[in-house]
């Protein structure tokens, strides 16, 4: 079964930033489209960004887009998701995924068969 690894997540306080990172010992994460998304307490998981690693290019959903920036490292086989000027409502587990399904609906959760984990981002004074 291929598990995904998400890394970086933390506290931080507002205005602050974040490199989050995703890697698989047992898929190529940068073979294709990678999701990320993020789920707060109480809340549906939501994309936040997917990332075209074959162009390079990401493509951030309005609620984040100017902060939030996809990037790739091939010969390390990971994924990056850079968060800058975090605020409060940034708060939440974040996960990353692959495999995209459904090419039409690149942030959706259900368009993506594999998922990690997911990392902790909290962002409080």
């Known amino acids: 079964q291929v598990q995904l690894v998400e890394s970086g997540g933390g506290s931080v306080q507002p205005g602050g930033s974040l490199k989050l990172s995703c890697t698989s010992s047992?898929?190529?994460?940068?073979?294709?489209?990678m999701g990320w998304f993020r789920q707060a307490p109480g809340k549906e998981r939501e994309g936040v960004l997917w990332?075209?690693?074959?162009?390079?290019?990401?493509f951030a959903t309005d609620s984040v887009k100017g902060r939030f920036t996809g990037s790739q490292d091939s010969a390390a086989n990971a994924v990056h998701l850079l968060i800058r000027d975090l605020k409060p409502e940034d708060s939440g587990v974040y996960y990353c995924?692959?495999?995209?399904?459904?090419?039409?609906?690149?942030?959706?959760?259900?368009?993506?068969?594999?998922w990690g984990q997911g990392t902790q981002v909290t962002v409080s004074d």
């Open positions: 047992q898929f190529r994460v940068t073979s294709g489209p």
């Open positions: 995924a692959a495999d995209l399904r459904y090419s039409t609906m690149p942030h959706s959760p259900l368009s993506y068969r594999y």
């Open positions: 990332h075209n690693t074959r162009s390079g290019t990401s």
